[in-house]
Each structure stands twice: as structure tokens, then as C-alpha cells.
């Protein structure tokens, strides 16, 4: 066996001391990557999975959807909701805090007098007995339908949802049900 010299040590030495440190700076940047993703995901952003069919045809069961949690709600928006039996819904905005909305006999709506566009609905927009209308919408409210308007438990049954419920808005849909696309 053939000694080592004292240069062949120190280089021996300097790729340990190579290995180990880029070891720690990989272990550092993995680490702040899952800390950062943590963050994404647990404070601006959220992802979640569709149960039911009362945003089809815009949103199928079984599409997940990312959300932002930083966001300001606009009619037409589609929106998470954490409703009281703990359940996580999605539906789409349709009256902001503040507006008037009506639900004619003949399934129109109509916002702050005026008849809206809805371009979404599916189906027919029954006016439930279980609210009164016309009804103003407080500060913090809004009123929110399914776009499936024939298979959606919406602000018809539940009256208008407050902000405080909301988890966020959608951002973009991840389409997951590859039968039906």
C-alpha cells in the first residue's frame, strides 16, 4: 500500500468537506422549498375537490380547484364556502354587499332593478319559498347560486352567506374527471 501524501490528504479531505457542505446547502433548500409551499398552500392559496353536480357544467365532481385566500369577491366570481354543517361548498357569486336582488316567477334576476345576464345557469331558476324577495344584502353578504340552478342547494335555501365564510376565490380548475372532458 502505497502512503498517502500530505497533499493527497488535504484534497481527500477538501471532497469531504465539498460533499458534506453541499449535503447541508441541498437540505436547506429543500427544507425552505416545503416551508414555503406551506405557506402557499396554508395562507394565500388552498386547493379543493369538488363533490356534487351544482356547478356543472363549468365545474364537474371530482375536479380539484386551486383558490386563492387573498382575494376580493366580484359577481360572477366562483367562490369556496365553509357552510355551518362543515361542509366545504362551491358556488358562484351573483350579488355583492349592499345589492338588491330578485328572483321572478319566471326565473330572471334581477340586481339593483336591473335584469342580469347569466350566462352560467343551467336549467331553471326556481324562486324557493324559503326567502322573501326582494332581499338586500348587508355589508358583509353576498348571495351565491350553483350554475346547475336545478341541483344546487344555494342562497334559495340558505339566505345570503357571509364573508366570514368564505375560504377563497377559484383561481383555476384542475380537471381531473378525463371521461367527460
Do not use: Q
Given at each position: 500500500m502505497k502512503p498517502i501524501t500530505p497533499s493527497e490528504a488535504l484534497q481527500q479531505k477538501k471532497k469531504v468537506f465539498i460533499r458534506r457542505k453541499s449535503l447541508r446547502v441541498l437540505a436547506v433548500s429543500m427544507s425552505c422549498t416545503f416551508l414555503a409551499t406551506l405557506i402557499l398552500l396554508g395562507v394565500v392559496f388552498g386547493l379543493a375537490s369538488v363533490r356534487g353536480s351544482s356547478m356543472a357544467p363549468s365545474i364537474k365532481e371530482r375536479d380539484i380547484v386551486l383558490f386563492s385566500r387573498l382575494s376580493?369577491?366580484?359577481?360572477?366570481?366562483?367562490?369556496?364556502?365553509?357552510?355551518?354543517?362543515?361542509k366545504e361548498l362551491i358556488k358562484r357569486v351573483i350579488c355583492l354587499p349592499g345589492d338588491v336582488i330578485d328572483i321572478f316567477p319566471d326565473g330572471k334576476i334581477s340586481v339593483?332593478?336591473?335584469?342580469?345576464?347569466?350566462?352560467?345557469?343551467?336549467?331553471?331558476?326556481?324562486r324557493k319559498d324559503s326567502l322573501?324577495?326582494?332581499?338586500?344584502?348587508g355589508t358583509d353578504e353576498y348571495f351565491v347560486l350553483?350554475?346547475?340552478?336545478?341541483?344546487?342547494?344555494?342562497?334559495?335555501?340558505?339566505?345570503?352567506?357571509?364573508?366570514?365564510?368564505?375560504?377563497?376565490?377559484?383561481?383555476?380548475?384542475?380537471?381531473t374527471n378525463k371521461q367527460e372532458i
Open positions: 376580493e369577491y366580484t359577481a360572477g366570481d366562483i367562490i369556496i364556502i365553509h357552510s355551518d354543517d362543515d339593483n332593478g336591473e335584469l342580469i345576464e347569466d350566462p352560467y345557469a343551467a336549467g331553471f331558476t326556481d322573501e324577495y326582494p332581499i338586500v344584502l350553483g350554475d346547475n340552478r336545478e341541483d344546487s342547494r344555494d342562497s334559495r335555501f340558505y339566505g345570503p352567506i357571509k364573508k366570514a365564510n368564505i375560504r377563497g376565490k377559484v383561481i383555476t380548475i384542475l380537471r
